[in-house]
């Protein structure tokens, strides 16, 4: 059948890339999508470096429809490293961990965990510094922007029930009353 794979559940993705670059930076004091709002200010200075992550954006990806009713999207992700400016060589320190950051991603391509889930290959997009936000204008702020096919909704195609197990038997052995008679195919 065509692709049968599974639509994204949004949470267990931004769920596994947090913890994947958690486990792969513990340099990282925080490493997390969508602070509250009260979190939304600078960070203080115990709690730095910190990754940010956010997800603002998905776009149509009508290129890979798949005749699956899928919604097919691109997720375009952001990844902020923030950092103090006060500390010998703040400005390579800040740099160093952006281009491993997207290293590591350009190197690892996938996020998932699990087989057979509608996440496509992840691409690296941009490694920049983000002068965007106010409140973070004392701070060295560098952004790693990557993205990712993924499908939304249920396959159309997808099997469900059990396969059968092919048998076989030998005339006159066969029908009803002669079950144990049959073999199974190897």
């Not at 009713?69 to 375009?76: H, S």
């Not at 936000?133 to 790693?144: A, G, I, S, Y």
Request: cysteine-free; proline content about 5%; hydrophobic content about 40%.
């Amino acid at each position: 059948m065509a692709n049968e794979m599974d639509g994204v559940d949004l949470k267990i993705l931004h769920n596994t890339i947090e913890h994947k670059l958690k486990a792969q930076f513990p340099q990282f004091k925080i490493v997390e999508f969508y602070r509250e709002e009260e979190e939304r200010r600078a960070p203080k200075k115990e709690l730095l470096p910190a990754l940010l992550l956010d997800l603002p954006e998905f776009e149509l990806d009508s290129e890979n429809d798949a005749g699956s009713e899928q919604l097919p999207l691109i997720a375009r992700f952001e990844a902020r490293i923030i950092d103090t400016f006060d500390q010998d060589k703040a400005k390579l320190k800040i740099r160093t961990l952006a281009t491993q950051l997207a290293y590591y991603i350009f190197k690892n391509k996938r996020f998932h965990a699990l087989n057979n889930v509608a996440v496509g290959p992840v691409t690296v997009d941009a490694v920049t510094q983000d002068d965007f936000f106010p409140e973070l204008d004392r701070f060295e702020v560098w952004r790693v922007d990557f993205s990712m096919q993924i499908l939304i909704g249920d396959n159309i195609w997808k099997q469900t029930g059990e396969v059968p197990t092919p048998v076989y038997s030998h005339s006159p052995n066969i029908g009803f009353g002669h079950e144990n008679d049959y073999k199974e195919i190897v």
